[in-house]
């Protein structure tokens, strides 16, 4: 249970910078995405090093590196910003590959559905923070 709660904590934390400015500015700025992506990469180390968790540092690391090339090229392809794939590439130390792929698609649903009920761009944060926080806590 101390492991749950220590990362969901660390995650909200992290998240919670990012998080406000997102709804105040419907920005993503650098600054708030490295502390999202710092504190997964801190977190990842902390799980590995407590023995909370058995993934190893070098598949992680070749997750995240991999995962950012395909996200960098991507998500701009399909019509994002670069600043929307910099915010999915500072989760990606938080989540496994398959809850990453589940908070990824539930949270950007939700944007697109907030999007077109509300007819602008809706902010990506708040509903990938749902996600995650849903996803952590299972």
Known sequence: MLPL????????????????????????????????????????A????????????????????????????????IGGSYGVAKTLIALLPWFTMESYFIVVSVGLFAAAAIGYATRRDAPVVAPLTLAGVFVLTL
């Open 46 to 77: 902390l799980d590995r090093g407590t023995g909370w968790s058995d993934r190893s540092l070098l598949a992680s690391g070749v997750w995240i590196i991999a995962g950012a090339a395909v996200l960098l090229v991507v998500v701009p392809s």
């Open 5 to 44: 709660i220590v990362k969901l904590a660390g995650f909200l934390l992290a998240i919670l910078p990012l998080l406000i400015d997102n709804l105040r500015t419907r920005r993503a700025t650098n600054g708030n995405n490295l502390i999202l992506l710092l504190g997964g990469l801190a977190m990842l």
